[in-house]
């Protein structure tokens, strides 16, 4: 809990002569949480009792979620301060690498991890697959529809003729008003990291190269960039940590990491192996500051077995509450 952690926040601050906000979404298996525009109230809570300092320390772990959610954290915390540095205790991937292309350093340890920046939408006209009953829409990857075309042009050595019947395959399989939503977001997400870089002490001459690999010459969403490369290759600001500040770093995150239970999946069938029905909480992303304490993301309801058919049975997630909860 936060009061285990309040010396290590604490000594950050010292260490940095900051005011520390730190912000985690959960990626344990099966309740995963992104980074959404809910964020923002209970960031806005926190800096209004801070209030305008000079330097802000961000420490963040996160998988990633809104780009636009990303974008607004960013220029809400500047709008508090004139410095603004983000601190990676492990995995700060897709939106959690735009939010640090936006601060004017980045702190990485030897296990942190930076990552693509190319985003999925995810439209009501998005394509859809069935999955135990239900039909679920699928995100659709600009890295994957750049891949298909790439793979025509590049492998197969199409032309132009007949890369227009390979996109209107691909039209057939994804609504065209995705295949825009695509379009639109690689082209939303280099703005915006142009536009976030200029925070980065970085050359200018070198941003399109920065905006460019992290957008689609990485390869894979799943590519991770470790602190070496993430100064060296792509010339970010990157600082390493003291011995003192990598201590507070490491224990900060290890007792969220126990908190939010990230290493043990949430498994309904394994937790109804001896019962039919059980409560649950889960704690599934934390929001905290010295002074303003904890905003934590919770997901509470019952778990039950059912009879879907004769002799087969299935799981039923009764959720009665899924939002923010702020504790002192």
Same mark, same amino acid.
């Given at each position: 809990?936060?009061? =285990?952690?309040?010396?290590?926040?604490?000594?950050?601050?010292?260490?940095?002569?900051?005011?520390?906000?730190?912000? @985690?979404?959960?990626?344990?298996? =099966?309740?995963?949480?992104?980074?959404?525009?809910?964020?923002?109230?209970?960031?806005?809570?926190?800096?209004?009792?801070?209030?305008?300092?000079?330097?802000?320390?961000?420490?963040?772990?996160?998988?990633?979620?809104?780009?636009?959610?990303?974008?607004?954290?960013?220029?809400?915390?500047?709008?508090?301060? =004139?410095?603004?540095?983000?601190?990676?205790?492990?995995?700060?991937?897709? %939106?959690?690498?735009?939010?640090?292309?936006?601060?004017?350093?980045?702190?990485?340890?030897?296990?942190?991890?930076?990552?693509?920046?190319?985003?999925?939408?995810?439209?009501?006209?998005?394509?859809? @697959?069935?999955?135990?009953?239900?039909?679920?829409?699928?995100?659709?990857?600009?890295?994957?529809?750049?891949?298909?075309?790439?793979?025509?042009?590049?492998?197969?050595?199409?032309?132009?003729?007949?890369? $227009?019947? !390979?996109?209107?395959?691909?039209?057939?399989?994804?609504?065209?008003?995705?295949?825009?939503? @695509?379009?639109?977001?690689?082209?939303?997400? $280099?703005?915006?990291?142009? $536009?976030?870089?200029?925070?980065?002490?970085?050359?200018?001459?070198? @941003?399109?190269?920065?905006?460019?690999?992290?957008?689609?010459?990485?390869?894979?969403?799943?590519?991770?960039?470790?602190?070496?490369?993430?100064?060296?290759?792509?010339?970010?600001?990157?600082?390493?940590?003291?011995?003192?500040?990598?201590? =507070? +770093?490491?224990?900060?995150?290890?007792?969220?990491?126990?908190?939010?239970?990230?290493?043990?999946?949430?498994?309904?069938?394994?937790?109804?192996?001896? !019962?039919?029905?059980?409560?649950?909480?889960?704690?599934?992303?934390?929001?905290?500051?010295?002074?303003?304490?904890?905003?934590?993301?919770?997901?509470?309801?019952?778990?039950?077995?059912?009879?879907? %058919?004769?002799?087969?049975?299935? +799981?039923?997630?009764?959720?009665?509450?899924?939002?923010?909860?702020?504790?002192?």
């Amino acid at each position: 809990m936060r009061t =285990n952690r309040l010396d290590a926040y604490k000594e950050i601050e010292r260490l940095r002569n900051s005011k520390l906000l730190v912000y @985690v979404t959960g990626d344990r298996q =099966n309740a995963e949480t992104n980074i959404g525009a809910d964020i923002i109230a209970p960031f806005a809570n926190h800096l209004d009792i801070i209030g305008g300092v000079e330097k802000i320390s961000l420490l963040i772990y996160s998988n990633g979620g809104s780009t636009l959610a990303g974008w607004n954290l960013v220029n809400l915390i500047r709008s508090f301060c =004139n410095d603004f540095e983000v601190i990676i205790p492990f995995r700060c991937q897709s %939106a959690a690498t735009l939010i640090s292309l936006g601060a004017n350093r980045i702190i990485m340890t030897k296990q942190a991890t930076l990552g693509p920046i190319d985003p999925s939408t995810n439209g009501l006209m998005n394509p859809q @697959v069935n999955i135990n009953g239900q039909n679920i829409r699928v995100p659709v990857s600009v890295e994957h529809v750049n891949g298909y075309l790439d793979m025509a042009k590049e492998d197969a050595n199409l032309k132009d003729v007949d890369l $227009k019947e !390979v996109f209107l395959k691909l039209a057939d399989n994804i609504h065209p008003l995705s295949l825009g939503d @695509v379009y639109k977001a690689k082209s939303q997400i $280099k703005m915006l990291a142009e $536009k976030l870089l200029k925070y980065h002490t970085i050359e200018v001459t070198n @941003v399109p190269k920065v905006i460019s690999f992290l957008c689609s010459e990485s390869g894979s969403h799943d590519y991770t960039i470790n602190r070496k490369e993430a100064k060296d290759e792509l010339g970010l600001n990157v600082e390493v940590p003291s011995e003192e500040l990598y201590k =507070n +770093i490491k224990e900060i995150y290890q007792d969220i990491e126990n908190e939010l239970e990230l290493r043990n999946p949430f498994n309904a069938n394994v937790l109804l192996a001896t !019962v039919n029905t059980l409560p649950y909480t889960m704690r599934r992303a934390l929001i905290e500051s010295v002074e303003g304490g904890t905003d934590v993301f919770v997901s509470e309801g019952t778990i039950s077995k059912i009879n879907i %058919a004769p002799g087969k049975t299935g +799981i039923q997630d009764s959720r009665t509450f899924e939002s923010w909860r702020h504790e002192n």
